[in-house]
C-alpha cells in the first residue's frame, strides 16, 4: 500500500482558492488512480475528483465540475487539487486516496487514504 499524507487546507473566503497537496510514498505512486473525496460533518464522504495513472483520464463531480481541478505529477509521487471558486458549501474535510483499480469514484474502490485536510469556506 502506498501512504499518503494531505496539505493545504485552511480558511478562505467565498470566491476564494485553495490548492491542495498529497504527497505519497513508495515507488509505485505511477501505478495508482488517485483521487479526492470530501466529507462534511454529518454528512457520507463523497467523490470530488479522480485522475488516472498516466494523468490523461480526469473525472469530476458535477458539483465541483469548472471549479476543481485535479493535477498528478508522477515524478514527485504528488497529486494536487485546485479549488476555485469556493463556496460555504465546499466546506468539509478533504482526503486523498488510491487505487489499483483503472476506474472508481466510490470509496469502496480506493484501498489507501490519507488523514485528511480541513476546509472551510467563510460566507
Known amino acids: 500500500q502506498v501512504q499518503l499524507v494531505e496539505s493545504g487546507g485552511g480558511l478562505v473566503q467565498a470566491g476564494g482558492s485553495l490548492r491542495l497537496s498529497c504527497a505519497a510514498s513508495?515507488?509505485?505512486?505511477?501505478?495508482?488512480?488517485m483521487a479526492w473525496f470530501r466529507q462534511a460533518p454529518g454528512e457520507e464522504r463523497q467523490f470530488v475528483a479522480s485522475?488516472?495513472?498516466?494523468?490523461?483520464?480526469?473525472t469530476v463531480a458535477d458539483s465541483v465540475k469548472g471549479r476543481f481541478t485535479i493535477a498528478r505529477d508522477n515524478a514527485k509521487n504528488t497529486v494536487y487539487l485546485q479549488m476555485n471558486s469556493l463556496k460555504p458549501e465546499d466546506t468539509a474535510v478533504y482526503y486523498c486516496?488510491?487505487?489499483?483499480?483503472?476506474?472508481?469514484?466510490?470509496?469502496?474502490?480506493?484501498?489507501?487514504w490519507g488523514q485528511g485536510t480541513q476546509v472551510t469556506v467563510s460566507s
Open positions: 486516496a488510491a487505487s489499483r483499480e483503472l476506474l472508481s469514484s466510490t470509496t469502496a474502490g480506493f484501498s489507501s
Open positions: 513508495g515507488r509505485t505512486f505511477s501505478s495508482y488512480l
Open positions: 485522475i488516472s495513472q498516466n494523468g490523461i483520464r480526469l
